[in-house]
């Protein structure tokens, strides 16, 4: 891959460590149906992208490449498994767990994560395993077989569901044709791996387009839904539904094919993407922070300010405290 190919990477995924920032920061106001849902349901709209795109990027850099099965396992949970150990019992500890109690920790952390947002450490055990079936298939299968696999992919998880379930449908096509086995997050690292090849200058407002289009009816769409039922549905918000695939495919094509910046900007883009890990597990205190401690939350005025001004005051305290702790020898590993 070229060297700007690889910034591009890095730029998708700065760009994403701070949607899924205003993700949270927003999603704290969705269920109050006030006078703030309108511009949260907006802002949250265009940032629905952020994990597809973390998915996105692993699969181009993990399927395009040969790599032994244990060595693979290995160091993918040596990256993933001291992060999901450091930063539970960190949560943990914020939440009253006792340190004395280890038994109920470790409890705790099998059950599921101890703070909201860790699902996603949980998630990328099962996303790894699923690498080398992917990779096969990538590599060895052909176009059109790989073609057949996505299609059949987009429609099982992501446009069926969405469209029974809005227009109330009761047949279940899925369970009476049996097609579970196009379920699943995990094909996004497949549709990241075939769009690596697409990140040129020309996909760049093609795609720019297409995320704006795709954002718009997913804020469109979950307007609508709110008005219908009079309280706010998180149908058209999921990871797997059409509109936000459409909106990742051109967000990782518009991003994704950004050119390297002769100024302080790269150094910045490269930083922020090796601490992508890192910010995302502590943005979460750092909201708690703004709230209690600092007082300013989505109560302090209109969503239109109070959502964009708390997620950058977030994510340059999460960075700056990522970076920190990247310099330290021991805890690394954790960011």
Request: charged share 10%; aromatic share 16%; glycine share 6%.
């Given at each position: 891959?070229?060297?700007?190919?690889?910034?591009g990477?890095d730029?998708i995924?700065?760009?994403a460590s701070f949607?899924?920032?205003?993700?949270?920061?927003a999603?704290g106001?969705?269920?109050r149906?006030?006078d703030n849902?309108?511009?949260?349901n907006?802002y949250d709209?265009?940032?629905r992208?952020?994990?597809?795109?973390?998915l996105?990027?692993?699969?181009?850099?993990?399927?395009?490449?040969e790599?032994?099965?244990?060595?693979f396992l290995?160091?993918?949970?040596?990256?993933?498994?001291p992060a999901?150990?450091?930063?539970?019992?960190?949560?943990?500890?914020?939440?009253?767990y006792s340190?004395?109690?280890?038994?109920?920790?470790?409890?705790?952390?099998?059950?599921g994560?101890?703070?909201?947002?860790l699902?996603?450490?949980?998630?990328?055990f099962g996303i790894?395993?699923?690498?080398?079936?992917?990779r096969a298939v990538?590599?060895h299968?052909?176009?059109?077989?790989?073609?057949?696999?996505?299609?059949?992919?987009?429609?099982?998880?992501c446009?069926?569901?969405v469209?029974?379930?809005h227009?109330?449908?009761s047949?279940?096509l899925?369970?009476?044709?049996w097609?579970?086995?196009?379920l699943?997050?995990?094909?996004?690292l497949l549709?990241g791996a075939h769009?690596g090849?697409?990140?040129r200058r020309s996909?760049?407002l093609p795609?720019?387009?297409?995320?704006?289009l795709s954002?718009?009816?997913v804020?469109?769409?979950t307007?609508?839904?709110?008005?219908?039922a009079g309280?706010?549905?998180?149908?058209?918000?999921?990871?797997l539904?059409?509109f936000?695939?459409?909106?990742?495919?051109g967000?990782f094509?518009?991003?994704g094919?950004a050119?390297?910046?002769?100024s302080?900007?790269s150094?910045a883009?490269r930083?922020?993407?090796?601490?992508?890990?890192?910010?995302?597990c502590v943005?979460?205190l750092?909201?708690?922070?703004?709230?209690e401690?600092?007082g300013l939350?989505l109560?302090?005025?209109?969503?239109?300010?109070?959502?964009?001004?708390?997620?950058?005051?977030?994510?340059?305290?999460a960075a700056a405290t990522?970076?920190?702790?990247?310099?330290?020898p021991?805890?690394?590993?954790v960011?």
């Amino acid at each position: 891959m070229k060297a700007e190919s690889h910034y591009g990477l890095d730029v998708i995924r700065a760009v994403a460590s701070f949607l899924v920032v205003v993700l949270h920061v927003a999603a704290g106001g969705f269920y109050r149906f006030d006078d703030n849902w309108f511009a949260i349901n907006l802002y949250d709209s265009f940032v629905r992208v952020a994990v597809p795109l973390f998915l996105m990027v692993t699969g181009v850099l993990l399927l395009n490449r040969e790599q032994p099965l244990a060595s693979f396992l290995f160091r993918r949970a040596r990256r993933v498994l001291p992060a999901l150990l450091f930063w539970s019992a960190v949560y943990a500890y914020f939440q009253g767990y006792s340190v004395t109690d280890l038994a109920g920790f470790v409890r705790r952390l099998a059950t599921g994560p101890v703070q909201y947002h860790l699902w996603y450490l949980y998630a990328l055990f099962g996303i790894y395993a699923f690498v080398p079936v992917m990779r096969a298939v990538h590599l060895h299968a052909s176009v059109a077989e790989n073609r057949f696999f996505l299609l059949m992919w987009a429609f099982v998880s992501c446009i069926w569901p969405v469209v029974a379930t809005h227009f109330n449908f009761s047949y279940d096509l899925i369970d009476v044709y049996w097609l579970h086995s196009f379920l699943g997050m995990a094909v996004y690292l497949l549709v990241g791996a075939h769009l690596g090849y697409l990140l040129r200058r020309s996909n760049r407002l093609p795609g720019f387009a297409l995320f704006a289009l795709s954002a718009a009816a997913v804020a469109a769409a979950t307007h609508y839904r709110a008005l219908q039922a009079g309280a706010p549905d998180e149908l058209f918000y999921a990871y797997l539904s059409p509109f936000v695939l459409l909106g990742s495919i051109g967000a990782f094509l518009f991003l994704g094919a950004a050119q390297r910046a002769d100024s302080w900007i790269s150094p910045a883009v490269r930083m922020l993407s090796a601490h992508s890990l890192g910010i995302y597990c502590v943005h979460v205190l750092f909201i708690d922070f703004t709230r209690e401690t600092l007082g300013l939350s989505l109560s302090s005025g209109s969503a239109w300010w109070t959502v964009p001004v708390i997620s950058v005051l977030v994510f340059a305290l999460a960075a700056a405290t990522a970076w920190v702790i990247g310099r330290l020898p021991l805890l690394r590993r954790v960011v």
